[in-house]
């Protein structure tokens, strides 16, 4: 009897021990914003559906999904390791309304990563360049830089960077913002995705960065994902998934994040947008 009390007492320490030894999930929040332009342009929502899955098929990730633009309850951040923004930017930029410039300096501090997609990366210069070029590294400052569409050979530009596991370069048609603001001589930058634009006088372009803060925090911006579609290609996907994972201090896996999706994935969840009157 008191050997086995002696193997319950010891399986329980073990037990006890593994309990409090196994890390808590990493909590990652995903805002998507409110529905706008046409049919299969800017569908926020069905967007980080996508990323959401995706992150929930790599061990340890907690995604949790904000719709709606900036969350009612800004408690929904409390936690979190990352926040994704993927939402309308620009002078109507949800940064931009109260003090949540403020709010999100607190936790920019506190060293929680900070990834921007699309829209969400233009902010007036005057009214919240400073802090992306802080958070994030770089920023749309219109009239500056430019977003005509394009379909453009699209280049991996740092391999060796944890955020490049995984996809090689590829092609894709898609509103490719350039010529970002910058701030002059911050090594902190790194670009992770370049393409050759305008294609009249092209010019070496960066359109997806990876910035170390000296808070410790890490940003990530890319200025692709106009169009919806994209989101079927892989290497588009792997590395946007990479780079959240990145941001949030996760290691990313050495064959790149897992990002599976089937087609219905890719239909499901679009916003109910009027389609474009015929001419």
């Known amino acids: 009897m008191i050997i086995m009390l002696m193997k319950l007492h010891t399986a329980l320490l073990l037990l006890f021990s593994f309990a409090m030894s196994a890390a808590p999930p990493v909590k990652i929040v995903l805002v998507a914003g409110r529905p706008s332009h046409g049919p299969a342009e800017h569908e926020f929502n069905a967007g980080v559906d996508i990323l959401a899955k995706c992150l929930k098929q790599n061990k340890g990730i907690e995604p949790v999904i904000v719709r709606g633009g900036w969350p009612e309850d800004e408690k929904v951040f409390d936690g979190a390791k990352s926040i994704v923004f993927y939402l309308d930017g620009g002078a109507g930029h949800p940064f931009l309304k109260g003090d949540r410039l403020a709010t999100l300096n607190k936790l920019m501090a506190k060293g929680v990563g900070m990834a921007l997609v699309h829209y969400a990366v233009e902010i007036p210069k005057e009214n919240g360049g400073k802090e ?148």
């Not at 955020?163 to 509103?175: L, N, Q, T, V, Y």
């Not at 002059?184 to 997806?208: F, S």
């Not at 989101?231 to 780079?243: G, K, P």
Request: charge should be positive; proline fraction near 8%; aromatic fraction near 12%.
């Open 132 to 279: 992306l070029l802080q958070w994030i590294g770089g920023f749309y400052e219109r009239p500056y830089s430019t977003n005509p569409i394009n379909d453009v050979p699209v280049t991996q530009a740092s391999p060796k960077h944890p955020i490049s596991r995984g996809w090689k370069s590829f092609a894709g048609k898609d509103e490719w913002y350039y010529r970002i603001r910058w701030a002059d001589g911050d090594k902190r930058v790194t670009p992770i995705l370049t393409t050759m634009l305008p294609k009249d006088k092209p010019g070496l372009e960066t359109i997806a960065w990876a910035t170390e803060r000296a808070d410790g925090g890490r940003g990530f911006g890319f200025t692709g994902a106009h169009y919806h579609s994209n989101w079927a290609m892989q290497d588009f996907r792997i590395m946007v998934v990479n780079a959240i994972l990145w941001t949030a201090k996760v290691d990313v896996p050495k064959k790149g994040a897992k990002c599976a999706v089937t087609q219905k994935d890719l239909t499901t969840g679009l916003d109910p947008k009027p389609q474009p009157k015929k001419k």
